[in-house]
């Protein structure tokens, strides 16, 4: 089983990008698919999730209105819309699986998948 965030990059403050988490060995609309980021000298931040399907969806105070996740079932990917991007922005994200439901805890996650570098400066 493998998780994969792709999509990072640098992109200038009120840009946009978006976020992939593709899997191999696992039918992702199955399970619930959080974004995690992490940015230098912080702890790790899970700020959004999306259910098995149908998939209901949550989102932290601080992306709340700008990110958006969505699913491509075919694709068997799950996609972070990052719009209004800010410094503040700037991290490592990562996705991660869990059965069925989005956890209240980060450690629920089963799979973890490689981190992707998003950087918002100009």
């Given at each position: 089983v493998q998780l994969q965030a792709s999509?990072?990059?640098?992109?200038?403050?009120?840009?946009s990008l978006r976020l992939s988490c593709s899997a191999?060995?696992?039918?992702?609309?199955?399970?619930?698919i959080g974004w995690f980021r992490q940015a230098p000298g912080k702890e790790r931040e899970g700020f959004t999730c999306i259910g098995s399907n149908p998939g209901r969806t949550f989102y932290g105070d601080?992306?709340?209105g700008r990110f958006t996740i969505?699913?491509?079932?075919?694709?068997?990917?799950?996609?972070?819309?990052?719009?209004s991007l800010n410094p503040e922005d700037?991290?490592?994200?990562?996705?991660?699986?869990a059965p069925n439901a989005c956890p209240?805890?980060?450690?629920?996650?089963?799979?973890?998948g490689q981190g992707t570098q998003v950087t918002v400066s100009s």
């Amino acid at each position: 089983v493998q998780l994969q965030a792709s999509g990072g990059g640098l992109v200038q403050p009120g840009g946009s990008l978006r976020l992939s988490c593709s899997a191999f060995g696992l039918t992702l609309d199955r399970y619930a698919i959080g974004w995690f980021r992490q940015a230098p000298g912080k702890e790790r931040e899970g700020f959004t999730c999306i259910g098995s399907n149908p998939g209901r969806t949550f989102y932290g105070d601080s992306v709340k209105g700008r990110f958006t996740i969505s699913r491509d079932n075919p694709k068997n990917t799950v996609y972070l819309q990052m719009n209004s991007l800010n410094p503040e922005d700037t991290a490592v994200y990562y996705c991660a699986a869990a059965p069925n439901a989005c956890p209240r805890r980060s450690s629920e996650y089963a799979y973890w998948g490689q981190g992707t570098q998003v950087t918002v400066s100009s």
